[in-house]
């Protein structure tokens, strides 16, 4: 069982902390950055006196020696308006390790000690500058890999998710006041919890629940990225498929069944979205050779943790895709599949050729798509391209917040908190009910961090870099 605290209670007076807010290395300007309450005493002590509020000062940085370290710009955040709360010094000297290493050494003779990770973005979050949700946007908007993710990062950090968020937590808490009061008086509880007004607040937090997690799964896409597996025959030209969507020889092309026998990995970008195509040892019943069989048994571990799983085809020998037919039962629970009809250039007429020669019981059960495509030829590579571009949502970003695993989970377990509320109200239960919505409730709390445990929080900022 996880036990979780306010963790606004066990916060305790905290210390001053120093770090170069800027990567380590040559660079035009360096800036380290200095927070808590020993700020006024340090910026007195280093500048001679204190800058006048947010605006900048040139002033010369000495050691205790009276040696001259640089001379920069002071900044001066008085609390509580600054990033984190707290009175706030950014120092802006020339960008050099050396000079930035002194500076902050100097900073720690004077009173503070060395961030550690995260601790800048940690003590804003803890002042209530930023929600957890907004903190972790930071990191994201830090660490994003393309344009997309950026934004999405951003649309977080300026509290769109946490807003969702609470607004479906606020709409909740409507609907808990109902069922709570239903409770308190027996006589007319049941009459009330099989009320349409109840049910119609119940389907609209549903509703909101539903948005939110979709745009936050397609959030943590682009945060994360998609693993996409490419199985199959051997020989059905699986290799020659990655090589294609990747643009480079990364796979060994033979037409001798059995070529490839290890996972091979490659990192694309398609319409923003991070992606790593997994090749894999082709399918077929058990041969002799115990390289294959090991070959085929790491294909199978890979499709099960994969996103999305391209099933490759021969189309010119196998029309009727039985290849796939053959290994669906296999296949591990709920991966989403595009069937990719291969080969389509050795076959006459081959336009629209796939889909009108597939059984149509191929579609369902998991198949999302089917394309017919010669990875030799680049016919039909397009319509692939367009397909996995429409996998991580199309091009726009309209609702799509920054999101982590962690913030999907949370919103999936609330999701089947509602789900089972609304059973429960069905069934006229009415204690099991508010049960259940007292649980989808703190899940929400979970996301933005009102109900977090110490662990949780350590995880999330350890996991930013110094002086953020
Ligand atoms: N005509 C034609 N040949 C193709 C196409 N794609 C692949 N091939 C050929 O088919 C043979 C097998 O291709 P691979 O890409 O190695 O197939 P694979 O599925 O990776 O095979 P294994 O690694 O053995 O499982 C090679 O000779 C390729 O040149 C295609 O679209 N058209
Ligand atoms: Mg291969």
Redesign the pocket.
């Given at each position: 069982m996880t036990v979780t605290v306010p963790i606004r209670a066990v916060t305790g007076s905290p210390d001053t902390i120093v770090a170069a807010a800027t990567p380590p290395g040559r660079g035009g300007v360096a800036v380290v950055r200095v927070s808590g309450p020993a700020v006024p005493q340090i910026a007195a002590a280093l500048l001679d006196v204190l800058p006048p509020a947010r605006k900048a000062m040139l002033s010369r940085w000495r050691d205790a020696a009276g040696e001259l370290i640089d001379i920069g710009l002071a900044l001066y955040f008085p609390a509580p308006h600054s990033f984190t709360g707290e009175h706030v010094l950014e120092l802006q000297g020339h960008g050099g390790n050396v000079v930035v290493e002194q500076l902050v050494a100097r900073v720690v003779e004077l009173g503070a000690r060395r961030a550690r990770p995260g601790e800048f973005s940690e003590r804003a979050f803890l002042n209530d500058r930023i929600d957890l949700a907004q903190a972790e946007a930071i990191a994201d908007l830090i660490d994003a890999g393309s344009r997309r993710a950026a934004q999405a990062a951003l649309r977080s950090l300026q509290g769109e998710f946490s807003q969702a968020v609470n607004a479906t937590r606020e709409a909740l808490t409507q609907l808990r006041v109902y069922v709570e009061a239903a409770i308190d008086f027996p006589e007319e509880e049941i009459d009330f919890l099989g009320s349409e007004e109840l049910r119609a607040r119940l389907v609209d937090v549903q509703q909101r629940l539903a948005a939110v997690l979709h745009g936050a799964e397609r959030g943590a896409v682009l945060t994360r990225g998609l693993t996409i597996a490419i199985a199959?025959r051997?020989?059905?030209?699986?290799?020659?498929l990655m090589n294609a969507l990747a643009g480079q020889d990364v796979?060994i092309?033979?037409?001798?069944?059995?070529?490839?026998r290890d996972l091979l990995r490659v990192q694309i970008e398609i319409n923003g979205v991070p992606m790593e195509l997994i090749?894999t040892?082709?399918l077929r019943d058990a041969t002799g050779d115990a390289i294959e069989v090991e070959g085929m048994r790491r294909a199978r571990a890979a499709i099960g943790r994969a996103d999305h799983l391209l099933f490759?085809v021969d189309a010119a020998e196998d029309p009727a895709c039985r290849a796939f037919e053959e290994e669906r039962a296999s296949l591990p629970e709920g991966v989403a599949v595009t069937l990719i009809g291969?080969?389509i250039?050795?076959i006459d007429g081959n336009s629209g050729f796939i889909g009108s020669n597939l059984d149509q019981s191929v579609m369902a059960g998991g198949v999302g798509a089917v394309l017919g495509l010669?990875?030799?030829?680049g016919l039909g590579m397009d319509s692939l391209r367009r397909h996995l571009g429409g996998l991580a949502g199309e091009g726009s970003n309209e609702g799509t917040f920054s999101a982590r695993a962690r913030h999907v989970e949370a919103l999936r377990r609330a999701s089947a908190h509602l789900d089972e509320a609304c059973h429960q109200l069905a069934a006229k239960q009415g204690e099991l009910a508010a049960f259940e919505l007292r649980e989808a409730q703190r899940e929400l709390g979970e996301v933005v961090g009102d109900v977090s445990s110490d662990e949780l929080l350590g995880h999330i900022f350890s996991s930013f870099c110094i002086g953020k």
């Open positions: 199959g051997p020989n059905a030209g699986k290799s020659t796979a092309v033979t037409p001798i069944a059995g070529t490839t090749d040892a082709g490759v291969n080969k250039d050795l010669s990875a030799a030829t």
